[in-house]
Structure formats: C-alpha cells, structure tokens
C-alpha cells in the first residue's frame, strides 16, 4: 500500500470524528471534493500529494454559518488540519502547500489561490454547489434556515436584487450562477458550466410552473 492510501485511510478516520456536520458539509460533501480533487489532480497534472489531504480535511474545522469568524473558518481548518498531519508523520515539504490549499478553498475567505493545486481544491469545493447536487444542497440547507422558496413579487430578481437571506431561489442569482466564472482550472470551467446549464434549465422549469400559463 503506497503511502498516500495509507494516510488516506487515516484522513478519514480523522475527518469523521471531527468535523461538525450540517446538512451542506456532511461526509458525502467530503468524499465527492475529494473524488473531484483527484480528477482534476489528473487532469492539471498537479501533486497529489497536496491535494488530497486538503481536499480530506478542507472542513475540518467550521464556525457556525452565522457565527462573525465564519469567514476565517477555513484559516482555523488548515492549522487545525496540518497540525494532524504533521502528527502521523507526513512529509513536512508538502504542509505548507495543504495549509495554502485549505486557506484558499473558501469562497467568503475569499483568498487568491497561489498554486494549482489549491485552485483544485477550490475548484472541486465549489462544483459542488452546482448542478443536481448543488441544487439538493441548496434547497436542504435553505429549508433548514426556514427561507421560503420564492418571493412573490419578481420571484426570479428580475426586477429586483437577490436577497437570499430570506428566499431561497435568490441564492442562485446571488452566487450559485456565478460560481462558473471563478472557476480556476480548465477542467473545472468546462464542468461548471454544464452543471450551470442543468441549473439554468431548472430555474426555466420552475419559473413556467410558477409564473406561466397552462
């Protein structure tokens, strides 16, 4: 077993009993970034050696979604995430590369990817707000919020700015349709914007049940 699948199994374990799940980052969210990651890693011919522990232990550590230190989560994840690492003996000439990785991935941390191997982890993170999944999600985590689906008035901002604070539709005109466009690596642009398409033909769909006419 190389050394990557036996630190693999170890990130799990670890991810697991930490990270204080929600309905958006439960270990399903985890293990689809990381399948990401790994495709991506392929596809950009990047270490996957960085990748996949940021990828892992991207949400190890997470403020609540309210909470006024919620944008420096991904801050507290990655010293949270090295210090483990370093722990069970991994090789210290990547930590600082994960460390970036994490850092880097959040969108409301809004930090500049300095390497390709975070924009990866970035970039797989945010594929999963999109498409079926991400609509799913989207849907999950707004109900929970108690946000109502839509507004009555001008329910998909045409006329209006988004306020997804209180309806639920608003988020995917306030972010979710624009995540293709921060996309970093090539791969992931190409992927983002079919699931942008599927995102859009819902919103399509929904909008004819909602305001057409039989």
Known sequence: MTLLATVEI???EYVQAEMVQDLAHD????????????????????????????????????????????????????????????????????LD??????VAHSYSANVETETIEAAIVQDADRLDALGAIGIARCLQVSSKLGRALYS?????????????????????????????STMK???ARAEAEVRSRF??????????????KL
């Not at 590369?97 to 994490?102: E, M």
């Open 97 to 102: 590369a994960i460390h970036h990785c994490i």
């Open 152 to 180: 009555n008035d001008d329910a998909f901002c045409a006329h209006r700015e988004p306020d997804d604070s209180v309806y639920t539709i608003d988020h995917f005109f306030a972010k979710l349709l624009s995540l293709a």
């Open 27 to 94: 270990m399903n969210h985890v293990l689809r970034v990381v399948k990401t990651a790994k495709a991506l890693c392929q596809s950009e011919n990047a270490l996957i050696e960085v990748v996949v522990p940021a990828a892992y232990l991207h949400d190890c550590f997470s403020f609540e979604k309210n909470h006024a230190q919620r944008a420096e989560s991904s801050k507290y994840a990655a010293d949270k995430a090295i210090n483990y690492i370093a722990s069970i003996g991994y090789p210290a000439k990547f």
């Open 199 to 212: 995102m859009r033909a819902y919103l399509a769909q929904l909008e004819s049940e909602v305001v057409g």
């Open 10 to 12: 170890k990130l799990l």
């Open 185 to 187: 690596t090539a791969s």
